[in-house]
């Protein structure tokens, strides 16, 4: 069998989020139109003066889910992956393989950020001797993997891709091509994150990405709305086991949608700033619907980046009709982060679950605070109801975008 | 202030509960840290000096490696502190 023939299938879905513990949570939450942002009660908050108080904190805090000895040798970003990863493993039916057949692709923006500032206090106030032994394995990017690969003796390899916000999809991708190649058969893929701490907060203040609207945190995040003023922050983790389509059948797995295409590319424009006329993001596009075996007309729904930055929507905007040209006036376009703040390197990969249980249900979500449309964007934004999607073979596409330029599309079908 | 081998016992077990999640019950005198307990040398580190700063006491790193067994670490703690 070629390659290009073996089909990669999702089977389970788990994530802990600001709108919920898991994903029907998390899902009832997103139609429900419910937002995760609320004022921070951290005493830091007003100690460093910090010009925005409030973030999408995660809704169900990891010690009320793992054990304390997990609290305490994890960082938080590897403590929201193992509660992801617990829920799609079982979600998928906890499948028995050869655990050279198994691997972990799970992607992180920022890493251990807690634990390394928390434990270069421990330095200044303490000494050395009180620096937590873990604390280097804890602060490391690959925690969150390898904590996973552990946890289910995964040995065909684990992976962590870095690429800022499109971390989370760009796991989903590597899987992909995990499957496809051979390496493995089944993939527990997706992306975390845990930086609600000041001082990634007050660097985001900064560079003026985040939304500063502190009197009303749930109306902040507003993608594409005339009054958009940057992102809000987020936490959180989402990852789904993804598995060869001969593997789930032959086992009787239950099917939510393939993951039929992948598409990566780098914008080599700055450091920050999205290359304003999106060929980037475009190419990507196109590369996940071509590498699916479908056409630009099978796109029916597309959760987008839309970080409700002012520069951000409208540049994936014009990528979108770049890549869609008029096609882009009647394909419904979901932005979650509406609700969900953005969870950085976990972004893309809660975003995959989100179109894949769009195409799943065949349902479109609203996105929320969008009262007046930017007349920048010229897309066809779902808002006020949710949309129903129609019958048929159906591709979904989920963008990603990320510091640095990186550009990943992934591309969902329904089975 | 000297404590009783009892307290220091209980006090112990908590550090080590707290660390590696083994049941405090489970901390007993004639237990062997890494053989009846499967501590590991890096939660032994934090075990040592979360104790030094619950016992007041100081456990340099090269006596860390005598510490075989809760007794020993007990005494130890308990001799420390005088």
Redesign the interface.
């Known amino acids: 069998m070629s390659s290009s023939d073996i089909r990669v299938v999702v089977t389970g879905l788990g994530a802990t989020t600001p709108v919920g513990g898991t994903v029907p949570e998390t899902w009832e939450a997103i139609l429900a139109g419910r937002s995760g942002a609320r004022t921070m009660d951290f005493d830091w908050v007003a100690k460093y003066e910090l010009p925005v108080t409030f973030a999408a904190q995660i809704h169900t805090p990891p010690d009320q889910v793992l054990?304390?000895?997990e609290t305490?040798r994890l960082d938080p970003s590897s403590q929201y992956a193992l509660i992801a990863a617990r829920e799609a493993w079982a979600d998928a039916g906890a499948p028995e393989l050869d655990p050279e057949r198994l691997a972990v692709a799970v992607g992180s923006g920022i890493g251990g950020v807690w634990t390394l500032l928390s434990q270069w206090d421990t330095l200044r106030e303490k000494g050395p001797?009180?620096v937590?032994?873990?604390s280097v394995p804890m602060l490391m990017p690959n925690g969150p993997s390898a904590a996973i690969s552990l946890e289910l003796g995964a040995r065909a390899g684990a992976h962590t891709p870095v690429s800022a916000c499109a971390s989370g999809a760009e796991g989903m991708g590597y899987a992909v091509q995990m499957i496809r190649s051979g390496r493995a058969d089944v993939v527990v893929a997706g992306g975390t994150e845990a930086a609600i701490h000041p001082m990634p907060i007050a660097g985001f203040a900064a560079m003026q990405a985040l939304s500063t609207r502190n009197d009303d945190p749930a109306a902040a995040s507003r993608p594409y709305d005339k009054d958009r003023d940057g992102f809000v922050l987020g936490e959180g983790a989402a990852i789904i086991v993804l598995e060869s389509e001969a593997h789930a059948r032959a086992r009787g797995a239950k099917i939510y949608a393939e993951l039929a295409g992948v598409g990566m590319s780098a914008d080599a424009y700055h450091i920050t700033a999205p290359e304003p006329e999106g060929a980037g993001a475009s190419r990507a596009m196109l590369e996940a619907v071509s590498t699916a075996g479908g056409t630009l007309r099978d796109v029916v729904h597309i959760n987008a980046h839309a970080t409700s930055t002012p520069v951000g929507d409208v540049a994936e905007t014009n990528a979108i009709r770049r890549a869609f040209g008029d096609l882009a006036d009647s394909i419904p376009v979901s932005a979650t982060k509406s609700m969900t703040g953005h969870l950085l390197g976990a972004a893309g990969a809660l975003e995959a679950i989100f179109t894949i249980l769009a195409l799943h249900h065949r349902l479109a979500p609203a996105s929320i605070n969008l009262d007046t449309m930017d007349p920048q964007i010229s897309l066809d934004v779902v808002h006020g109801s949710h949309r129903q999607l129609p019958a048929g073979d159906l591709l979904a596409l989920d963008n990603s975008f990320g510091f640095g330029g990186h550009n990943v599309a992934l591309a969902f079908r329904t089975v | 202030m000297a404590q009783s081998t009892q307290e220091i016992l209980e006090g112990l077990a908590e550090i080590v509960n707290?660390?590696?999640?083994i049941d405090t019950g489970s901390v007993e005198l004639d237990k062997s840290f890494t053989d009846d307990l499967d501590i590991d040398s890096?939660?032994m580190?934090?075990i040592v000096?979360n104790a030094e700063e619950k016992f007041n006491v100081r456990i340099p790193d090269d006596e860390v490696k005598n510490l075989k067994t809760v007794r020993d670490a007990v005494d130890f703690i308990a001799a420390a502190q005088g």
């Open positions: 054990a304390k000895v305490r001797r009180r937590y032994p873990l | 707290e660390e590696t999640g890096l939660s580190m934090t000096v």
